[in-house]
């Protein structure tokens, strides 16, 4: 199961709403839906809540504030202090190669350039744990990609990423029981195809069929 949630961003009012916070927006709405409150926890230089649930272990929510690069600074310390192995923990951000809309769920695997994975695989010093991770679109060249990932999406982005966050989301129940499989279909879901429209039969003109009376 997992035992602790984590979104990364970037702390302060000029970030709240660029697309490197995707991960502060998804770990505030699961918040939200678990009744938790944010708060600061010096200890482990985030914004943390507990969610204790009968007959289940403790599950923590966390928001590094130590600015992306640093993340490990704030999920190593907790995840240690609490005995929460990295097969434990999902780690939430976003994501240049999907597209607004798609969310993917996965364990384990390289950064890929993101840096507050690096860092965070840097300090629990493995690779084995969960990502969600949360389609934002490249910009279509390297060079522009620190000013994309912190500037606000277009409003129809910033929608199509909230829907994929709502969708993920239902996948939170799925994630506290430790059912992986579960969650990953609900998350990796396409939406149904419209049906096409039904050829008309030929005897749809409306006239009796044969004979007459």
Same mark, same amino acid.
């Given at each position: 199961?997992?035992?602790?949630?984590?979104?990364?961003?970037?702390?302060?009012?000029?970030?709240?709403?660029?697309?490197?916070?995707?991960?502060?927006?998804?770990?505030?709405?699961?918040?939200?839906?678990?009744?938790?409150?944010?708060?600061?926890?010096?200890?482990?230089?985030?914004?943390?809540?507990?969610?204790?649930?009968?007959?289940?272990?403790?599950?923590?929510?966390?928001?590094?504030?130590?600015?992306?690069?640093?993340?490990?600074?704030?999920?190593?310390?907790?995840?240690?202090?609490?005995?929460?192995?990295? !097969? /434990?923990?999902?780690?939430?951000?976003?994501?240049?190669?999907?597209? =607004?809309?798609?969310?993917?769920?996965?364990? &384990? @695997? *390289?950064?890929?350039?993101?840096?507050?994975?690096?860092?965070?695989?840097?300090?629990?010093?493995?690779?084995?744990?969960?990502?969600?991770?949360?389609?934002?679109?490249?910009?279509?060249?390297?060079?522009?990609?620190?000013?994309?990932?912190?500037?606000?999406?277009?409003?129809?982005?910033?929608?199509?990423?909230?829907?994929?966050?709502?969708?993920?989301?239902?996948?939170?129940?799925?994630?506290?029981?430790?059912?992986?499989?579960?969650?990953?279909?609900?998350?990796? !879901? /396409?939406?149904?195809?419209?049906?096409?429209?039904?050829?008309?039969? =030929?005897?749809?003109?409306?006239?009796?069929? &044969? @004979? *007459?009376?």
């Amino acid at each position: 199961m997992i035992r602790l949630f984590v979104g990364l961003g970037n702390p302060g009012p000029e970030y709240e709403a660029t697309r490197h916070n995707a991960g502060f927006w998804w770990l505030d709405a699961l918040a939200d839906k678990l009744g938790a409150r944010l708060v600061p926890e010096r200890a482990y230089q985030g914004l943390a809540a507990r969610v204790n649930r009968p007959g289940a272990e403790p599950v923590w929510l966390l928001e590094p504030m130590t600015f992306m690069n640093r993340s490990g600074a704030s999920v190593a310390p907790l995840a240690r202090f609490f005995k929460i192995e990295p !097969a /434990q923990i999902l780690v939430v951000h976003d994501e240049l190669d999907l597209q =607004p809309g798609q969310a993917k769920l996965k364990f &384990g @695997g *390289s950064a890929a350039g993101h840096n507050g994975l690096k860092d965070i695989q840097g300090l629990l010093g493995t690779q084995d744990f969960w990502r969600l991770r949360l389609g934002i679109g490249h910009p279509g060249v390297k060079a522009e990609v620190v000013n994309y990932v912190l500037k606000k999406p277009a409003p129809d982005q910033r929608e199509a990423i909230a829907k994929a966050m709502d969708q993920s989301l239902q996948a939170s129940d799925a994630l506290l029981a430790g059912d992986m499989d579960k969650a990953l279909a609900l998350i990796h !879901a /396409q939406p149904p195809r419209p049906k096409p429209p039904r050829p008309p039969r =030929p005897d749809d003109d409306g006239g009796p069929e &044969g @004979g *007459s009376s």
